[in-house]
């Protein structure tokens, strides 16, 4: 039978997520997508079902954060289907793409506000000359330590997940535990086959004092052991992420653009 291969793009249910991932590259940087199709949430738009060509996954928005939805973007640059799908956006959305794409969204979203961000990640499942600092009050964090999550600065870090609990049951993490108070965490955000995306946040009274270091390098030698390679992604390239990043020592670096459109009703 004849694969039917759309001009647009139209929605696949939710239990035919898992036939995506075999299309959407394993890499550093699309980590969140291929989660979202593991985790059967967010969306999902293909031009064919059985064998896509084009198609966009969909992460859900952080209201709490004030963060928008993600839209994925993966295809041809001449692909009909993806200039109908930017174009008719109707909600704020951060699209997401690679440099074949990118002039896509320039030439639909000319006034698109564009951020760089820088993606870090290891090469090599080796622990051998990883030091593990040593830290007073570090441990594995625990399920009953999810309420104390809120207490930090972690934008986005649910945007797959139904609660914080669910997020560290899915991939854990580690923290440090002053007077009976999580003041420093390295959490798991995003799972693929190959590689387990972190997030650090500190409390702000607790920082510069190598704890974020502590922790990350912890979580990082856990996921390392268990298969997955470890990698971070610096919104904005924000200066106290890129250098924590430099201090765990990632071995490789590359920029993520996104561009960020908010229509607006035309009255």
Same mark, same amino acid.
């Given at each position: 039978?004849?694969?039917? *291969?759309?001009?647009?793009?139209?929605?696949?249910?939710?239990? *035919? &997520?898992? /036939?995506?991932?075999?299309?959407?590259?394993? /890499?550093?940087?699309?980590?969140?997508?291929? +989660?979202?199709?593991?985790?059967?949430?967010?969306?999902?738009? =293909?031009?064919?079902?059985?064998?896509?060509?084009?198609? #966009?996954?969909?992460?859900?928005?952080?209201?709490?954060? $004030?963060?928008?939805? *993600?839209?994925?973007?993966?295809?041809?640059?001449?692909? +009909?289907?993806?200039?109908?799908?930017? @174009?008719?956006?109707?909600?704020?959305?951060?699209?997401?793409?690679?440099?074949?794409? !990118?002039?896509?969204? @320039?030439?639909?979203?000319?006034?698109?506000?564009?951020?760089?961000?820088? #993606? +870090?990640?290891?090469?090599?499942?080796?622990?051998? @000359? &990883?030091?593990?600092?040593?830290?007073?009050?570090?441990?594995?964090?625990?399920?009953? %330590? !999810?309420?104390?999550?809120? /207490?930090?600065?972690?934008?986005?870090?649910?945007?797959? &997940?139904?609660?914080?609990? %669910?997020?560290?049951? !899915?991939?854990?993490?580690?923290? =440090?535990?002053?007077?009976?108070?999580? #003041?420093?965490?390295?959490?798991?955000?995003?799972?693929? =086959?190959?590689?387990?995306?972190?997030?650090?946040?500190?409390?702000?009274? +607790?920082?510069?004092?190598?704890?974020?270091? !502590?922790?990350?390098?912890?979580?990082?030698?856990?996921?390392?052991?268990?298969?997955?390679? $470890?990698?971070?992604? =610096?919104?904005?390239? @924000?200066?106290?992420?890129?250098?924590?990043?430099?201090?765990?020592?990632?071995?490789? $670096?590359?920029?993520?653009?996104?561009?960020?459109?908010?229509?607006?009703?035309?009255?």
């Amino acid at each position: 039978m004849n694969q039917i *291969q759309s001009e647009s793009l139209i929605p696949l249910p939710q239990e *035919q &997520f898992g /036939t995506l991932r075999a299309f959407v590259p394993d /890499t550093p940087w699309t980590t969140s997508p291929l +989660h979202v199709l593991e985790k059967r949430v967010g969306r999902a738009y =293909v031009d064919s079902p059985e064998s896509p060509r084009n198609l #966009v996954i969909v992460v859900p928005a952080d209201p709490d954060a $004030a963060l928008p939805e *993600q839209a994925w973007l993966f295809g041809l640059p001449t692909a +009909h289907a993806l200039r109908e799908y930017i @174009e008719g956006s109707s909600r704020p959305t951060d699209f997401v793409c690679d440099e074949d794409l !990118a002039p896509l969204i @320039e030439e639909q979203i000319p006034d698109a506000a564009s951020t760089d961000h820088s #993606v +870090h990640w290891f090469e090599k499942l080796e622990n051998d @000359e &990883f030091d593990l600092e040593r830290v007073d009050g570090l441990r594995r964090l625990r399920l009953s %330590d !999810a309420g104390c999550l809120a /207490t930090l600065e972690f934008p986005g870090i649910l945007r797959t &997940f139904e609660s914080a609990k %669910d997020l560290l049951m !899915a991939g854990g993490g580690y923290g =440090v535990v002053v007077d009976d108070q999580v #003041v420093c965490a390295a959490v798991t955000v995003d799972l693929s =086959v190959n590689y387990a995306r972190i997030a650090v946040a500190t409390a702000p009274d +607790h920082r510069r004092k190598g704890l974020g270091l !502590a922790a990350a390098k912890r979580l990082i030698s856990a996921h390392h052991d268990q298969g997955r390679l $470890a990698c971070a992604v =610096v919104s904005g390239r @924000e200066e106290a992420g890129e250098l924590l990043a430099k201090k765990i020592g990632f071995a490789k $670096a590359a920029r993520l653009r996104t561009y960020r459109a908010e229509p607006t009703d035309d009255v």
